[in-house]
Nanobody, 115 residues
Framework: QVQLVESGGGLVQPGGSLRLSCAASGFTFKYWTMSWYRQAPGKERELVATISKVGDITNYADSVKGRFIISRDNVKNTVALQMNGLKPDDTAVYYC????????WGQGTQVTVSS
């Protein structure tokens, strides 16, 4: 079955960087658009970034545009989110998502931005 496993979260100071990674298995990764979402405490889950099947098209939420970069490796079946210039408002649990299998989520990885 579809499995998505996120890693790379942690505690970082404002202005710092983190790189999240999502390892995918159980489906033909290269055939599917992949996305990162996040959910902050007390807020709805929101779309952060999306990358097309071959990685040539990316889209970002306005709040992260110019700071975050989504990428993928269709050989290793991974999707990454490079997060730069982190702000306290970026604090959230970050989730990897694919529409495969009527929509599948990873377990999430916590990102905390605080001094």
């Amino acid at each position: 079955q579809v499995q998505l496993v996120e890693s790379g979260g942690g505690l970082v100071q404002p202005g710092g960087s983190l790189r999240l990674s999502c390892a995918a298995s159980g489906f033909t990764f290269k055939y599917w658009t992949m996305s990162w979402y996040r959910q902050a405490p007390g807020k709805e889950r929101e779309l952060v970034a999306t990358i097309s099947k071959v990685g040539d098209i990316t889209n970002y939420a306005d709040s992260v545009k110019g700071r975050f970069i989504i990428s993928r490796d269709n050989v290793k079946n991974t999707v990454a989110l490079q997060m730069n210039g982190l702000k306290p408002d970026d604090t959230a649990v970050y989730y990897c998502y694919t529409a495969r299998g009527s929509g599948s989520w990873g377990q999430g990885t916590q990102v905390t931005v605080s001094s």
